[in-house]
Structures are given as C-alpha cells and as structure tokens.
C-alpha cells in the first residue's frame, strides 16, 4: 500500500519535472492482490500478452532491506527476492459410517485425521538448503559476520551441512530452506454421541523454490501413508523461476546501482526468495527477470505487524520509498545496455 503510494507520488514528481522517459515503462496496480489478483495483476498481465507486450522485467514488492533476521549479521543488507514460493491447500477427508457413540469403533474420522495431521506436522519437508538463491546470499555476505561465521559462510562447501542445519532454528530462515507445513483447519463431529461421518483437515503449504506442486504432494503422501485418508488439492501452483541476478541481469543490477546510491550504509544486496506471494506471478510470461523489493527496513519485532495489528510506516521510511522510485525511475532510463533479447511469447 504504501509502496503503491509512493510510486504515484514519484511520476507526479517526475511529471512536475516534465520529465520524458526514454525508455518506455508500464505502472501496473492491481486491487486485489492480498486475494489472489484474479481480477486485477491477472487481467492486467492478460491485456499485456494480448498486445504482444515484452519486458526487460519487473519490479514488485515482496522483500526489503533486513535488519536483525540474521543472527550475528550487525549490519542490514538488501535482499532482492529473485523466485517465489509456491504453495498448495490441501483438504484431507476421512469419511465413516456414522454410529451411537456407546459402542464406538476402535478409531473415529477425528482420531484417524488427527494423527494423521500430526504427523505431518511431526515430520517436516526435507532441508532444502543449496537448491535455491539462499546459498549465493550467504556467500555474498560472508564478510560481513565475525569470526568464525564468515570462515563459515566462506567455506560452504565444508559447512553445508552446518549452516543448513543452523538455519532451521529460527522460523523465519526455516521457511527459507524447506517447503512449511501449516495445519490451518480441522473441522470434524455433529453431536456429542453421534460417531462423526466427516473429518476434514486444510494444511497450506509453501513449496521451496527447489521442489514442486507433484513432489510436495507425494512427500506427503508417504508422511500420511493411510489409505483411508482422502487427498483433496484445494488449489495449487509452483515456485516461480528463478530470475537471473548475475552482471547482465539489467533488472537486478539497477535495483543494486539505486539501493547503493538511497541506501548508502548498505553493503550488500543479495538475492532471495520471497516467502509470501505477490502478484508477480501473473507476469511470467512477460519477463524472464522478476524482481521483488520493497525499499524499507524490515526488522523482526516489525515482521508480525505486516498484515496484523498496527500495521504503519514512518513518515520519513516513506519518503524514502519515494525517493528510490524517483531514482530508479531515471537510472533505467539512463542505463544504455539494450534490453536483453527475449524469447518469443
Ligand atoms: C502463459 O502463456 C500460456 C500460453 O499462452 C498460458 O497458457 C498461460 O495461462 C499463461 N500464464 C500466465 C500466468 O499468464
């Protein structure tokens, strides 16, 4: 919201100017994206195909400049999220007879699902660490730990197995390096004796970038392993690609050249993964270069406001996020690389 904000307030700015860009450019706000963007990024994204539309990318929201996330890590550095997780709503089901709770039969609906979602909950999806931007992000900040984490950083193909093991304590690297496993719904019983016909479950998966909607899928298939159980996919969709982060990647690099220019204290800017979703995934098949940031500080203890209570953003933050769009506005227009050649849609 307040990224969207301050980019109408840059083009104003801009349009005070009577600034006339060289390199074309779309502004695309989209009203529905906290449900989906089906009718906003989704129809938006339809018009651009239809009109034979390539991009050189895309900038969206969805990572931030972080502070504190990273034990041990002094400094913020800026994290440019290059892929996306996907995710699944699965229902599982369990149906029986229904009966007189006086003679019950040895496991009801409620006790066969409860277990069975227990162990998923129990059993998490496999550390996925190596397979995604993640590792890349942390060899790039290696010298900004204290001994001995930046040996470590340094040297991961020793520590592998350490840092990933280590990135599992907190839960918000923990999403990072697995797909997450999270038990949402339960809805099961009629009547305080009646043997319930129905249980129901939901669990909301989201898939690490390194697996997939089918992988994800069998994994917890095998976790269940109870054939009375009934699998219902809710809906689904996979991780997005991975966007491109090296030297040529023109998107990702005018987003490096302005954060080292608005944020001069930063170091490093490194790539990720977004472990919400953003409507960037309606774009696709416009670009091959998705990049999601967002130029504000985020720290922890601020993390649990983001759609929760007291969501805000100081007044200076926000000028801020003004700032940066007005620059990097006029950097992408500046930059004299040619887009990068594209495929055909
Ligand atoms: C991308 O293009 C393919 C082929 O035209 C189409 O089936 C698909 O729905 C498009 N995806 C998106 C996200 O627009």
């Given at each position: 919201?307040?990224?969207?904000?301050?980019?109408?307030?840059?083009?104003?700015?801009?349009?005070?100017?009577?600034?006339?860009?060289?390199?074309?450019?779309?502004?695309?706000?989209?009203?529905?994206?906290?449900?989906?963007?089906?009718?906003?990024?989704?129809?938006?994204?339809?018009?651009?195909?239809?009109?034979?539309?390539?991009?050189?990318?895309?900038?969206?929201?969805?990572?931030?400049?972080?502070?504190?996330?990273?034990?041990?890590?002094?400094?913020?550095?800026?994290?440019?999220?290059v892929s996306?997780?996907?995710?699944?709503?699965?229902?599982?089901?369990?149906?029986?007879?229904?009966?007189?709770?006086?003679?019950?039969?040895?496991?009801?609906?409620?006790?066969?699902?409860?277990?069975?979602?227990?162990?998923?909950?129990?059993?998490?999806?496999?550390?996925?660490?190596?397979?995604?931007?993640?590792?890349?992000?942390?060899?790039?900040?290696?010298?900004?730990?204290?001994?001995?984490?930046?040996?470590?950083?340094?040297?991961?193909?020793?520590?592998?197995?350490?840092?990933?093991?280590?990135?599992?304590?907190?839960?918000?690297?923990?999403?990072?390096?697995?797909?997450?496993?999270?038990?949402?719904?339960?809805?099961?019983?009629?009547?305080?004796?009646?043997?319930?016909?129905?249980?129901?479950?939901?669990?909301?998966?989201?898939?690490?970038?390194?697996?997939?909607?089918?992988?994800?899928?069998?994994?917890?298939?095998?976790?269940?392993?109870?054939?009375?159980?009934?699998?219902?996919?809710?809906?689904?969709?996979?991780?997005?690609p991975v966007s491109p982060s090296?030297?040529?990647a023109?998107?990702?690099?005018?987003?490096?050249?302005?954060?080292?220019?608005?944020?001069?204290?930063?170091?490093?800017?490194?790539?990720?993964?977004?472990?919400?979703?953003?409507?960037?995934?309606?774009?696709?098949?416009?670009?091959t270069g998705i990049y999601?940031?967002?130029?504000?500080?985020?720290?922890?203890?601020?993390?649990?406001?983001?759609?929760?209570?007291?969501?805000?953003?100081?007044?200076?933050?926000?000028?801020?996020?003004?700032?940066?769009?007005?620059?990097?506005?006029?950097?992408?227009?500046?930059?004299?690389?040619?887009?990068?050649?594209?495929?055909?849609?």
């Open positions: 919201m307040s990224l969207m904000c301050a980019i109408l307030q840059a083009l104003e700015l801009l349009l005070i100017r009577n600034y006339i860009p060289q390199r074309s450019f779309f502004i695309a706000l989209g009203h529905d994206e906290e449900v989906s963007g089906v009718n906003g990024a989704q129809k938006i994204s339809a018009l651009l195909q239809a009109r034979g539309i390539q991009l050189a990318f895309i900038v969206d929201e969805g990572s931030f400049l972080l502070d504190g996330f990273i034990p041990n890590l002094q400094k913020p550095f800026a994290m440019v999220a996306e997780k996907g995710a699944i709503n699965l229902m599982l089901q369990v149906n029986m007879t229904p009966g007189h709770s006086s003679a019950p039969p040895k496991e009801t609906s409620i006790g066969i699902l409860a277990a069975a979602v227990s162990r998923l909950e129990q059993t998490p999806m496999p550390n996925m660490f190596g397979g995604g931007p993640l590792k890349m992000a942390l060899q790039q900040l290696a010298n900004e730990f204290p001994f001995p984490a930046n040996i470590v950083l340094s040297n991961l193909w020793l520590f592998q197995p350490l840092v990933s093991r280590l990135m599992e304590r907190n839960y918000i690297t923990n999403a990072l390096v697995r797909t997450t496993t999270a038990l949402t719904m339960f809805n099961a019983g009629v009547k305080v004796n009646v043997i319930p016909p129905v249980a129901q479950a939901t669990i909301n998966f989201r898939i690490h970038p390194a697996q997939t909607v089918q992988e994800v899928l069998k994994l917890a298939k095998d976790i269940v392993a109870d054939d009375r159980i009934q699998f219902h996919v809710l809906n689904a969709f996979d991780p997005l090296d030297d040529q023109l998107g990702y690099q005018l987003l490096r050249q302005t954060i080292q220019s608005v944020f001069p204290e930063v170091n490093i800017v490194a790539p990720g993964t977004c472990i919400g979703n953003t409507d960037s995934r309606h774009y696709t098949n416009l670009t999601r940031f967002n130029p504000i500080y985020l720290q922890p203890q601020s993390f649990s406001s983001i759609h929760g209570i007291n969501e805000k953003i100081s007044v200076q933050a926000y000028e801020t996020q003004v700032k940066f769009i007005f620059e990097f506005i006029q950097n992408a227009d500046a930059d004299p690389r040619p887009v990068p050649h594209l495929h055909e849609l």
